[in-house]
C-alpha cells in the first residue's frame, strides 16, 4: 500500500511502527532509504558466506520480515533456526504472514530485543534498528550480540548517520530531501515525517559506530555499503 501517512497538516505526534505504519512500510523505507534493496540483497549474499551449520540467525528489529527472508533464500547451511524479532506486534504479524511457507525453523518474537538471549549465532543482523535503540543503551545490545556469536560469526548493521562536518551535512541531507521528492513524497510529507522521527530516529556518525564495534570486541570492520547517509556495517567474531 502506497505511503501518504504524512501527507496532510495535523498534530504530527511521535513515529511508532503501529498498524498504520506497518500497512505502508515496504512501500515508506524503499522511497525513503537509498539502496534498500542493495542492502537487503547484499546481506543475503554475505550470510551465504558466513552461515555456520547448526547454528542461529537472528534478524532484529525484524520489521515485515525482509531480511531473514534473503538470508533464508541464500542459505548454504543446514540446521540453523531464524529469529525475527521486533517489539511492533503489528510488524511481527505481518512478518509471520510473509514469511509462512518461505522460511524454514523461523520463530518470529514479539520482544523488545534488549531483553531477549543471543546464544549460538553465526549471524547477527540490525538493519536499520539500532537507531531506534535508546543510546544509551547501544552498548550493551552490541556486547551482547558479540558474546552470544560463534567464533567467525558476522554481525551486520546498517543505519542512517550523520556527518560531522557541517558542509557534508547540509549536502548529504539536500540530497537525501531531493532522493524523497523524485520518488514522490511532497515537502510537506517530507517536513512532517522528519517532525515526527526526530525525538525516535537518533543518528550517530559513521566513527561512533566503528569505535563502539571496537570497543565491543569487534576488531575486523568493514563498510560494504554507503548511498548518501546510510551505510552498513560488517563485523566479524
Ligand atoms: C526501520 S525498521 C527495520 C527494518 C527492517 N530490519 C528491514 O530491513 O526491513 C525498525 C524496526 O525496529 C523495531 N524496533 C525498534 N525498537 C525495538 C526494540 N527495542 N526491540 C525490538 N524491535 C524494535 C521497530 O518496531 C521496527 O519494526
Known amino acids: 500500500m502506497r505511503d501518504n501517512l504524512f501527507n496532510h497538516q495535523t498534530d504530527i505526534a511521535d ?9 505502508v ?9 537509498p539502496g534498500y534493496d542493495s542492502m537487503i540483497q547484499m546481506i543475503g ?16 528489529g525484524s520489521s515485515t520480515g ?8 541464500n542459505n548454504k547451511s543446514t540446521n540453523n533456526q531464524f529469529f525475527a524479532i521486533d517489539n511492533s506486534e503489528e510488524m511481527i504479524r505481518q512478518c509471520k504472514k510473509n514469511l509462512r511457507n518461505k522460511v524454514d525453523n523461523l ?3 514479539c520482544e523488545d530485543i534488549n531483553q531477549i538471549k543471543i546464544q549460538n549465532a553465526s549471524i547477527v543482523v540490525l538493519n536499520l ?3 531506534f535503540i535508546d543510546v544509551s543503551l547501544r552498548s550493551g545490545l552490541i556486547k551482547k ?3 552470544g556469536l560463534n567464533p567467525g560469526g558476522i554481525l551486520i548493521i546498517s543505519e542512517k548517520i550523520h556527518f560531522e562536518d557541517q558542509m557534508t551535512q547540509n549536502q548529504i541531507t539536500k540530497l537525501h530531501m531531493d532522493f524523497k521528492k523524485e520518488n514522490g513524497y511532497s515537502e510537506l510529507e517530507i517536513a512532517n515525517k522528519r517532525q515526527a522521527i526526530e525525538n525516535v530516529l537518533i543518528t550517530e556518525t559513521k566513527e561512533t559506530h566503528l569505535k563502539r564495534l571496537h ?8 563498510c560494504f555499503f554507503q548511498c548518501l547517509n546510510f551505510v552498513s556495517f560488517l563485523s566479524v567474531k
Open 45 to 60: 549474499l554475505i550470510a551465504r558466506i558466513y552461515g555456520q551449520d547448526n547454528s542461529n540467525y537472528y534478524d532484529l
Open 215 to 222: 570497543d565491543c570486541g569487534f576488531n575486523e570492520t568493514s
Open 25 to 33: 512500510f515496504d512501500d515508506m523505507v524503499r522511497r525513503s532509504v
Open 107 to 109: 520463530q518470529a518474537i
Open 15 to 23: 513515529f511508532r511502527f503501529d498498524k498504520e505504519v506497518v500497512e
Open 66 to 73: 525482509a531480511i531473514s527472508l534473503s538470508i533464508a533464500l
Open 129 to 131: 534498528t539500532l537507531q
Open 145 to 147: 550480540i558479540y558474546d
